[in-house]
């Protein structure tokens, strides 16, 4: 399949602790298309930051086993080595990370930053490069990007310094965007800022993105697809509207009801999730959502659940007992 | 909302400052507000608007620099020494970081019992009980984690021992700084139900501090919007997020992300970002980013004023009259 | 201003963080052990620590006693590590040269952690002026050269005793203890737990003994034994220079000074008391080290 920008095929990530193996993500299969933005979402542990820093390729070198396939355009990530993968690192695939504050280098001016990527990869001339950068800075919406150019980050507020680390990801124009939690510690304002910036910015550079977060509400109206993720693995993919309306995971269900919701009124009583999030060290044969699961059955304690088709095409969900499709009942 | 309408904290003109001289930042620019006794009054607002700051001057735990803070009529700002100890304790504050809220080489039911310990009032075998109480209370089993250490815990299960911890000396005003914003939906759901129920059982006055619009609606009964160190509206919450009266309210709603690809998209996003509070704007602290704003914005303070029953804002043209006036038409 | 809800660090899901996150509680209920290499270590100072003790009662030569007819031997069954150029055990001299070492050590860093410490925790806790004189001082004495200052003192107030080279040498560390202690200090007393503590209304007094001590203690222990390590170092150079003990009395560091004119014929005479100073070195910063990782509760453990 040619269309496809990204196939992951039985991706499972296991690291290697002093208690034993823990399988951070265990056999995760998906595609993504061109310009297509995907959202992951999950609660910690679940799994999905580890998911997008091996498909990647970053994690580190000691105590990890990787397995399985990740291959972005054509070139496969897993097995591949440092300096393979620094080949398609900004050109094919680029990263940005949550915290604005370090992934860039406090005491180098954001201009100088965004030059040695185009500098080093793209071999441009310091003029050029320069030029560039500044193009680049007014792309991603800074204010008077010439005197910016100069600015050093501390110098700039969160919402400033993470659209300098977009641009910064953009700089050898990539076909895929990985975004993790890009928005989390970030004002309101400023997160509806941003998120409609990488929108803007996916359909003018026609690339596609990832958006890994916790917040159901940053993949509700931004993202075309959604896979949801519980104990290392997607328990529920589809469609964003077929998730969020049609889901049949229990998991998908809860995690939906559990958020509070500006619509509601106030001292409306949350739906709640008993018990926590599993263990990674001593994940169960069966479902590892049967233990919080009011439909569990002993099936679901023994055996897992393998994705299985729902009525819509190309949504999927891991479930024995899963909740009655409500196909034309359509949620109020 | 509480029939009971005698305020329990009555916080005039308060202000805190930091630095010096040039570098002076008034991080609350004097704000006024009453909790009345049994009610959530939630603190909402971006960050750098002295929503925590507010919460911390209430506690003196940073001095204010200016106004009156009064507990059940007994002026606060005046206290030191042992009287500022004991009066502290009819407040209590949970922080919003809920591992370092603990002491980690400290057992649980010593971290609980710690406030009754600090005032050797309560006997030994009394003091047992009502630890382990508490910790039922809120959900932890004492017999089971009493005697782990607060290391052991997840962020949930720390906020839980924080608030057992905060109730223990009985509080009349729980003060809650952002103490959801680190967790998990499905864990923030727990805790947050959690509050509701101590709320009704221990008939606590709640100061509910956060930046999660959707949050603090679902746990207050009034809602105060900071914007820039000063109170710009406050109100009912439901009729404050159905009909804001401030643009900043609007546009902060607006922004707030629901978890349903059908909700309207507002096209309409508040551009820039807020201005240093160290040279704050004149007049109205919103001017420079309010599509509305006019010569008068700038030379004059907006008063609060009163657009519907307890429905007050800060601003020279309040949205609700603004729309009432054009339903009129 | 203290305002901001910047979650970093704390919100889920962020690289290897959420991996601990989800071990965290095992990781702790099974602590691992310190290991075979920890304890030898603590039973090699042990052992030495009894040594100097009670080396008066042991059944050893005397390290006084000159044995003319046996100069510069080599180890054997009747002098385990030989003799020196004076015909008098090594052996002997070695344990009895301990005494001075451990004495110093110890006893400077009573000394030192006696008035660094309270010092440090104190200005840590208060800040204010409290915090910006003592610090002052402090640093305008680090900045003075302790070594030398040391030697100046030492050379112009004889007649030489242990005491006097304890109190010199534990006067020297306090700065440094200060400046340790006050930046572990600061790290807890800025934690929310302190102000949480503050609110339910404890004293300053047990919020220092309660609160803080027991969060700095692992550091306290780790630089107290590395201390202790780095002042025997310095007792040895000082008797390098003769600016410890008097002869005959033996301390490891004299014995390896006297060493010097004999070094050809008899190498033993530096090889066993440089090995007793190193290996009581080595195994007490090993121990610091160990204990300091082993405590640290905040340190990701992969």
Known sequence: MSDELLVVKDLTTTFTTNSGPLTA???VSFTLGQNETLGIVGESGSGKTVLS????????????????????????????????????????????????????????????????????????DRASAKARSIELLELVGIPSPVERYNSYPGHLSGGMRQRVVIATALACSPKLLMADEPTTGLDVTIQAQILNLLDELKDRLKMSVILVTHDLGVVATRTSRIVVMYAGRIVEIGDTRDVFYHHRMPYTRALLESSPKVSNHSHTRLQTIPGRPPNLMKLADGCSFAPRCAYATDQCHNVRPTLQAADETGHYFACWNPLPSNRGVRAP | MSADRTPLLKVRDLTVTFGHHRHAISAVAGISFDIFEGETLGLVGESGCGKSTTGKALMRIVEPSGGTIELRGVEMTR????????????????????????????????????????????????????????????????????????????????????????????????????????????????????????????????????????????????????????????????????????????????????????????????EGEPPSPMNPPSGCRFRTRCPNATDRCAEEVPLPQEVAPGHQVACHYPLTLTRRARLAE | ??????????????????????????????????????????????????????????????????????????????????????????????????????????????????????????????????????????????????IIATIAVLSFWTPRALLKIIIVIGLASVPLVYRVIRTATLNVATKDYVIAAKVQGATDRRILIKELLPNIAPIGVSFLLIGIATVITLEGALAFLGLSVNPPTPSWGNMINESRTVLAQNPWLVIFPSAALCLFLLCLNFIGDRLRTHYDVTEVKL
């Open chain 1, 25 to 27: 993500v265990g056999g």
């Open chain 2, 79 to 270: 206290l030191s020494g042992r009287a500022l100890r004991n009066a502290r304790t009819h407040m209590q504050m949970i922080f919003q970081d809920p591992i370092s809220s603990l002491n980690p080489r400290r057992r649980v039911k010593d971290i609980v019992a710690e406030p009754l310990d600090c005032w050797k009032k309560t006997p030994g075998s009394e003091r047992d009980a009502l630890v382990s109480d508490l910790l039922s209370k809120v959900g932890i089993d004492p017999a089971v984690y009493g005697n782990r250490y607060a290391r052991q815990f997840s962020g949930g299960q720390c906020q839980r021992i924080s608030i057992a911890r905060s109730l223990a000396m009985r509080p009349q005003l729980l003060i809650c700084d952002e103490m959801v914003s680190a967790l998990d939906v499905s864990v923030q759901a727990q805790i947050l139900n959690l509050l509701e129920d101590l709320k009704a059982e221990y008939g606590l006055t709640l100061l509910f501090i956060a930046h999660d619009l959707a949050v603090v609606k679902n746990v207050s009964d009034r809602v105060a919007v900071m914007y820039l160190g000063k109170i710009c509206e406050i109100g009912p919450a439901d009729t404050l997020y159905d009909e804001p009266a401030h643009p900043y309210t609007e546009f902060l709603l607006g922004a707030a992300l629901e978890a349903d690809p059908d909700s309207p998209m507002h096209s309409q996003v508040l």
């Open chain 1, 53 to 124: 820093r091996t498909i990647m390729g970053l994690q580190p070198r000691r105590n990890v086993t990787v397995t399985g396939s990740a291959i972005i355009n054509g070139f496969e990530v897993v097995g591949a080595s440092e300096k393979a993968k620094r080949q398609i690192w900004g050109t094919e695939v680029a990263m940005v990370f949550q915290d604005p504050m370090t992934s860039l280098n406090p005491v180098m001016r954001i201009g100088q930053q965004i030059d040695e990527s185009l500098r080093v990869r793209l071999g441009m």
């Open chain 3, 1 to 146: 201003m203290n305002d901001d809800p910047s979650l970093a660090g704390e919100l889920p899901g962020q690289g290897l963080f959420l991996i601990q996150e989800a071990t965290h509680v095992e990781a702790h209920e099974r602590s691992e052990p310190l290991g075979v290499l920890f304890w030898t270590c603590v039973g090699w100072i042990v052992l030495n620590v009894l040594g100097a003790i009670f080396a008066n009662a042991l059944p050893l030569k005397s390290a006084l006693f000159q044995d003319y007819n046996n100069i510069n031997v080599g180890p054997g069954w009747h002098h385990l590590f030989g003799t020196d150029d004076l015909g008098r055990d090594i052996f002997s001299r070695v344990v009895f040269g301990s005494r001075v070492s451990v004495a110093v050590g110890v006893g400077a860093m009573i000394i030192g952690f006696g008035i660094g410490a309270p010092l440090g925790m104190l200005a840590a806790y208060k800040r204010g002026r409290f915090d910006s004189i003592f610090t002052t001082i402090m640093y305008v004495l680090l900045a003075f050269p302790a």
